[in-house]
């Protein structure tokens, strides 16, 4: 019920301040309220039947746009989350890369964040009606993708699809008038857009009713089609001034983009503007305002569009009868580009004439408010209270005063540049101040004293207007500067945190300097870009503790929107490596400062991703060294020394006892193998006799422990497992052990304990399995210092040893 209350209370409210000055009965305003309101109160009553003090759920609206580096897309913005929260909607704006260089290139992050706006479950989606990768050959894809919703498209119109776009047929032929009619220009050049419209008709039209059309001064679609975005007005001068060799006088552009380029390749082939060629757009822009010379346009209403493209998807949504499509006009801007000086044609203009009044005869100026009609006609949108101002303006005139107009004009005016601090705004405002100017004068020019009075009105307003335009470039430049200086610090910040917890705390002790009340981080755990997890949930100043966890897609929609009604969510990629996606809840509405700072996230991102991958590799290939220096000294099966660590640490033990033979080194070198043991893999397997070694080296090793030598640090190294005990697998059943510090006869004792513990029965795998070994023994220095020698004699006495089996043998030098 909330939508329904607030639609009421919004025409009550505007009707109320309509009749400001001039009282009209109560029931004559509900009249009225009721006839604006009449589909609404159908609706109400219905859903009043359905469930009385029920409350509805809010509509959840999703918009479709591009990233740009101007400030019409934020005066877009600004008009789609006005009318969203003038009718108590959510809004999220989706917005990805244009890839502009070809609007017949498939984008690849479109199915990104398709995959994101699905997921949210919309009441209604919103659409950039221009917009490359959805429209054109790609159109009835993204239709038949999202028909389980309605779409809108903004800013353009499309056949069987309702929208809102800018209707600029008759101020575009007003331009070509202007050219023809008062520059004289007859070689006039129009350049297509990517896609047909009717905006070359309006061109042909022109220039047919004047005689002056010529197929050698029209551009096609064709003469374009290969050329990249960027590059489309270099290569129209290629074709004008290099193929044709044609003369021109002026040039219309229809994009800004277009514009910048023109002004570029004009000025490199030393063309003068608007010396030797008068440049127009169809597109209005800071680059059109600041530019030299400043560009004369026909602005594109970006801020009405995105309002009522919004009011219309609400109001399908709700079942409110709309028509298709609706047309905002633009405005005709003169600047010095055409050829004109300042906004001099502004004053000097007075359209409608009306009889001129004597000064012999009492004025009623109560006509003044007449012009109600014929100002909204050329201002249907504006944010002025025409109505009052007029009124004011009348009472100014009656009692003699410059106040009343003024005040309110001041106040209305500051209102606006509070809510909406665009230029653009103030150059409409300052229009419908000559446009006044202009009405007025033609009717009080024979009265002196009020021409002098009104005069002193318009200039007040008028420097008003210049103190205004001067406070919101100052205030924007001042407030941009500091926030770029914000986004500059902290994009070197981020590009070094290189680490995913730095990289949250930065933003969490940042986000504030630059003026973001909420940022939400998801980072892609997949490559298909389905799975995520949540690193940063900054809301209000804090970050949420319960972070770094996995969500779903419909995070968004579940979780924040509630919360935060309107949103921008944009894909955090480097190139076209897509990281996952962040979501802001915008203070400031310029657009380009999320989308800066969305870049620098992304990068930081990157950064620590490809460290932590890096510092994981490391960590791998550390491991896989460690694993390969292991796999070189020990026994894979039963993880005791191998025969190449058993011939490393014999030489080692020589090495150090002819080093230093004051230690009067004495060892024992042991040779154990087990008896028939070939039997045991032909009964049982393989895998039964590998699980007896296993259990007869575990024995070995316990039994042998504290007796043998022990290998020192310096020759184990850092890659070793802890092992101590100089205890050897040097074959299939074949073992070595170097026993050290006893005697002879602690050696035998030892040698038998060994052969008793074999001998014992193990049970494997379900099978008693009886076995014994024999032992060789060596002596080291009795016998030999030579490792090969001691190698020797310990292998020959367990030879000698198996003849019998089941026993130990010392070599005969041994023995003796």
Not at 67 to 80: F, I, K, P, R, Y
């Amino acid at each position: 019920m909330l939508l329904y209350d607030s639609v009421f209370q919004l025409n009550l409210s505007i009707l109320s301040k309509k009749y400001k000055y001039e009282p009209v009965k109560r029931h004559t305003i509900v009249k009225k309220l009721c006839y604006s309101c009449e589909y609404w109160f159908t609706i109400k009553k219905t859903a009043l039947c359905e469930g009385a003090g029920s409350n509805m759920k809010k509509i959840k609206l999703g918009f479709l746009t591009v990233l740009g580096n101007e400030d019409n897309h934020s005066q877009m913005m600004s008009g789609v989350f006005e009318a969203a929260e003038k009718y108590n909607a959510n809004v999220i704006r989706f917005a990805v890369r244009s890839f502009s260089d070809d609007y017949r290139k498939v984008n690849i992050e479109l199915n990104n964040i398709y995959k994101v706006i699905e997921a949210q479950k919309l009441d209604g989606l919103m659409f950039l009606g221009w917009m490359p990768g959805v429209v054109g050959p790609f159109f009835n894809e993204f239709l038949k993708r999202f028909s389980c919703m309605p779409v809108v498209s903004v800013g353009a119109s499309h056949r069987n699809v309702p929208g809102v776009f800018a209707d600029s047929k008759d101020r575009l032929a007003e331009l070509f008038e202007h050219l023809i009619v008062v520059h004289g220009c007859k070689n006039i050049v129009y350049i297509p857009p990517v896609y047909p419209d009717k905006r070359t008709d309006i061109y042909n039209e022109a220039m047919r009713r004047h005689g002056i059309y010529r197929d050698d001064l029209v551009i096609s679609y064709d003469d374009l089609r290969s050329t990249p975005f960027l590059d489309r007005m270099q290569r129209v001068s290629a074709i004008l001034f290099d193929e044709r060799k044609v003369k021109v006088d002026a040039i219309c552009v229809p994009f800004d983009t277009d514009a910048q380029g023109l002004y570029a390749s004009l000025k490199s082939r030393g063309i003068s503007i608007p010396g030797d060629i008068a440049v127009v757009s169809n597109e209005d822009s800071e680059f059109a305002r600041y530019s030299l010379p400043p560009l004369t346009v026909v602005t594109f209403p970006w801020r009405e569009v995105g309002y009522h493209g919004c009011q219309k998807i609400i109001s399908i949504i709700m079942h409110i009868p709309d028509e298709s499509s609706t047309g905002i006009p633009g405005k005709l801007i003169i600047r010095n580009s055409c050829g004109c000086r300042s906004n001099s044609v502004k004053l000097s203009k007075i359209d409608d004439r009306i009889k001129i009044v004597s000064s012999s005869c009492e004025v009623n100026y109560r006509y003044i408010l007449q012009f109600s009609k014929q100002i909204h006609k050329v201002f249907p949108y504006s944010q002025l209270d025409i109505e009052v101002l007029l009124s004011a303006l009348v009472q100014d005139f009656e009692e003699g005063t410059k106040i009343r107009f003024f005040k309110e004009f001041e106040d209305q005016l500051q209102e606006i540049v509070i809510k909406y601090p665009y230029r653009s705004n103030i150059d409409e405002i300052e229009d419908f101040l000559c446009f006044l100017r202009n009405l007025v004068i033609s009717q009080i020019a024979l009265d002196s004293e009020s021409s002098f009075l009104f005069c002193d009105i318009m200039l007040k307003a008028m420097v008003i207007i210049s103190e205004k335009t001067i406070a919101v470039i100052g205030s924007e430049n001042v407030e941009m500067k500091v926030i770029d200086r914000e986004l500059h610090y902290l994009g070197q910040e981020l590009s070094s945190t290189f680490s995913l917890q730095k990289l949250v705390s930065v933003l969490e002790n940042s986000l504030h300097r630059i003026q973001i009340p909420s940022c939400f981080i998801f980072l892609s755990t997949r490559k298909s870009f389905d799975q995520f997890s949540l690193i940063l949930e900054y809301s209000g100043g804090l970050r949420a503790a319960n972070t770094d966890r996995p969500v779903s897609l419909g995070y968004i929609s579940d979780e924040i929107v509630g919360r935060h009604p309107k949103l921008l969510c944009q894909l955090l990629h480097i190139d076209d490596e897509y990281l996952g996606f962040v979501v802001f809840e915008p203070y400031l509405l310029d657009v380009r400062i999320y989308e800066t700072l969305t870049l620098h996230i992304s990068s930081g991102l990157k950064s620590a991703i490809l460290l932590e991958k890096l510092s994981q590799e490391i960590a791998l290939r550390e491991e896989k060294e460690k694993q390969l220096t292991h796999n070189a000294n020990y026994d894979s099966l039963t993880d005791l020394y191998n025969r190449r660590y058993f011939i490393r640490t014999l030489n080692f033990l020589l090495g150090q006892a002819s080093v230093n033979p004051a230690a009067n080194l004495h060892f024992y070198l042991v040779f154990i193998d087990f008896d028939d043991f070939k039997k045991v893999n032909d009964k049982f397997g393989h895998d039964v006799g590998d699980q007896l070694i296993i259990a007869i080296s575990m024995k070995f090793r316990n039994l042998i422990r504290r007796y043998s030598y022990q290998i020192p640090e310096d020759l184990k190294g850092d890659s070793d497992n802890g092992m101590g005990e100089a205890i050897f697998r040097i074959g299939g059943d074949e073992f070595t052990a170097i026993i050290a510090g006893i005697t002879l006869e602690e050696m035998k004792e030892l040698a038998a304990e060994l052969v008793d513990t074999v001998n014992s029965p193990y049970m494997i795998a379900g099978h008693e399995i009886c076995i014994s070994c024999s032992i060789g023994i060596s002596t080291y220095p009795d016998q030999s210092n030579d490792a090969d020698a001691l190698i020797k004699y310990a292998d020959t006495a367990m030879y000698l040893a198996k003849m019998t089996k089941n026993m130990y043998y010392f070599s005969e030098e041994t023995a003796n």
